[in-house]
């Protein structure tokens, strides 16, 4: 186990997919509004939606911004808008899903003198983006988020700076509470891969194992291994596992997904360190392939029958040979999409579908 305060210990980090778009809008409602709007726009490269009155040939125009927002609110990763907060706040209020879904959501006066990071400030980006506008504008940005506000890392922020997915998103509450509380956060760590901001490793303790972690103290575990977590204790995810897939045509989403979930279960693999599903290039059109990795959170990758043919799998099958070419499909493709001549899984089997399990290297 390393500690990420220390030089040399860091590994390199896959990136986490996000489901968010990284597309931002910029709205306006007033002319003074309006020119702010086109100029910030510019600048963040984001569309930009005017009043009709106010659009110029060739601009996005709207009529209603109640019913322009109701539109495409989820279409955007992030939207800034030169309005009033009331205004907005009425627009995105029946719209909202939760902080791991919901877009960023920016508002500044029409002078640009205040950017308000209003919705989604951590693992939406407004934080971020409201700092952006303020630059543009050379207003203040206006955070006000527990953590920020008390110059302390996020713990939902360290995690998508560290490219780790978070499982347990409730528990991101807890462990930042008591960092506001002048607590020390246990961590476990193995692979160091949770990156600590310089001048702020005194607020955290780094344990050797799991059942280290003391329960009624705030944690964190950060491991693609399943094991055992004191109630409270925020599960974060490096994205390093692959399961190679290979099933019967027509087979649903639903018995994909859970014959993968049984795989990572018997090696103890948490799913959400699940990086993608990977086929065979002739499963493309299942289309219970691309609802199990809807399903799962995964990318889904498929290689070509000559690039598996060529991977030296433990147990290749006469089966598969006869049907899709090639001696292995689940097994060869985990092994190709991670570049591992290992498995951590070898073949299993259920009636309709074969999982394979291997770790990116």
């Known amino acids: 186990m390393g500690n990420p305060c220390e030089p040399g210990t860091g590994l390199p980090r896959p990136r986490v997919t996000q489901d968010r778009t990284q597309r931002t809008a910029v709205h306006a409602l007033t002319p003074q509004g309006a020119r702010l709007a086109r100029g910030l726009a510019q600048d963040l490269h984001a569309d930009l939606y005017l009043p009709r009155k106010l659009a110029a040939p060739g601009e996005r125009a709207f009529d209603s911004l109640p019913e322009l927002i109701a539109d495409i609110f989820h279409e955007y990763g992030g939207h800034v808008f030169v309005a009033a907060c009331g205004i907005v706040v009425r627009c995105v209020a029946k719209l909202l899903r939760g902080k791991s879904q919901d877009p960023a959501v920016v508002v500044l006066d029409q002078m640009g003198r205040h950017a308000v990071s209003l919705l989604s400030g951590h693992l939406g980006g407004a934080n971020d983006l409201a700092r952006r506008a303020a630059a543009f504008t050379g207003g203040a940005a206006v955070i006000t988020t527990?953590?920020?506000?008390?110059?302390?890392?996020?713990?939902?922020?360290?995690?998508?700076?560290?490219?780790?997915?978070?499982?347990?998103?409730?528990?991101?509450?807890?462990?930042?509470?008591?960092?506001?509380?002048?607590?020390?956060?246990?961590?476990?760590?193995?692979?160091?891969?949770?990156?600590i901001p310089a001048g702020h490793c005194e607020r955290f303790e780094w344990v050797a194992a799991p059942h280290h972690l003391e329960p009624g103290r705030p944690a964190v575990a950060v491991t693609w291994r399943a094991p055992p977590l004191p109630a409270g204790c925020l599960a974060l995810r490096p994205r390093v596992v692959v399961a190679g897939v290979g099933c019967r045509k027509g087979v649903p989403g639903e018995e994909i997904t859970q014959a993968v979930r049984q795989a990572c279960a018997a090696k103890g693999v948490a799913p959400a360190s699940l990086a993608a599903l990977a086929s065979i290039e002739a499963k493309r059109g299942e289309p219970g392939l691309w609802e199990a990795a809807r399903m799962l959170g995964t990318e889904l990758v498929f290689f070509p029958a000559d690039r598996l043919g060529a991977v030296k799998a433990p147990n290749p099958s006469a089966q598969a040979l006869k049907h899709m070419g090639v001696k292995s499909v689940c097994e060869a493709s985990a092994m190709l999409a991670t570049g591992s001549d290992r498995l951590l899984l070898a073949k299993t089997k259920t009636k309709t579908v074969t999982v394979a399990l291997a770790l990116s290297l």
Do not use: Y
Request: net charge negative.
């Open 146 to 195: 527990g953590t920020d506000s008390a110059g302390l890392p996020s713990l939902d922020m360290l995690a998508r700076d560290s490219g780790l997915a978070i499982e347990n998103l409730e528990a991101v509450k807890t462990v930042n509470a008591g960092l506001l509380a002048g607590l020390v956060v246990q961590v476990f760590d193995p692979e160091s891969r949770l990156m």
